[in-house]
C-alpha cells in the first residue's frame, strides 16, 4: 500500500527555515515509497473560522473557499506534517487559521459523535523554528498542535524544534538538522 502524506507549509516565508526543513522530511518519506502532496498555505485562498456555528447541526464547514478542496485531501492522508515557525510563541496567524477551520470535524468527533477521518490509522508531526532560545518557546504551539491532530483523529508522532534560528536559510548552518529532518522523515512514512 502506498502511503499518502500531506506536508503544510505554515510560513509566509517562501524558502524559509521551516520550508528546508520540511522539504528535507518529505523527501525522506518519498525516498521510501510515500506518495507526498505539499500545501503551501501562503497560496491557499481561505480565510479564517467565522465562528458562525454553521457546521454544528452537519460538520461540514458552510464558508465556500480554497478549504473546500483541503478537507478531503486531508482525510485522503494517512501522515500528516505542519511546519510553522513560532510567531509571537505560538503558529502563524495562517497556520492558525488554518488548524481553526478544523472546527468542523470537532463537532464532528465531539458534538455529533460521528466517526472520524480515519480513526486509530492517521499520524501526525510537527516543525518549528523559532529565533530564540527559551526553554518554553515551543509549548504554546505544541499544546496547539496537539489539538489539531486530536480534531483530525491523528496521534501525535513527534516534532523537530529548533531554537536559535532566524535569518532566512539559517537553519541549513545548524550541523546536521536537515539530514536529520529527512531521515525523521523516513522514519514517519515507515510509521504512518
Ligand atoms: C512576526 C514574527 C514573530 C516572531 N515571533 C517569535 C517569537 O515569539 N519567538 C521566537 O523565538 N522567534 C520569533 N520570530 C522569529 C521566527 O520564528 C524565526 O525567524 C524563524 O526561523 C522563521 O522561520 P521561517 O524562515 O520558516 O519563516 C518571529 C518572527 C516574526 C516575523
Known sequence: MII???????SPRKGGNTDMLLDSFLAGC????????????????????????????????VMYDGMKGVYPLLADSVG?????????????AQAKAFIDRMQ?????????????LNPG??????????????????????LTMKYFY?????????DILHRGVEGKGGVADVEGALNKAFEKGKWFAALA
Open 4 to 10: 499518502k502524506i500531506l506536508g503544510i507549509y505554515g
Open 30 to 61: 518519498a525516498e521510501v515509497g510515500a506518495d507526498v502532496r505539499r500545501l503551501y498555505l501562503r497560496e491557499l485562498d481561505f480565510g479564517p473560522c467565522a465562528g458562525c456555528e454553521g457546521c454544528s447541526a452537519t460538520g461540514e464547514c
Open 80 to 92: 500528516i506534517v505542519l511546519a510553522s515557525p513560532i510567531f509571537f510563541y505560538g503558529v502563524t
Open 104 to 116: 468542523p470535524l470537532y463537532v464532528r468527533k465531539y458534538v455529533l459523535g460521528k466517526k472520524g
Open 121 to 142: 490509522k492517521r499520524k501526525g508531526f510537527f516543525i518549528s523554528a523559532g529565533a530564540t532560545g527559551g526553554e518554553r518557546l515551543f509549548d504554546g504551539a505544541c
Open 150 to 158: 486530536d480534531a483530525l483523529d491523528a496521534g501525535y508522532a513527534g
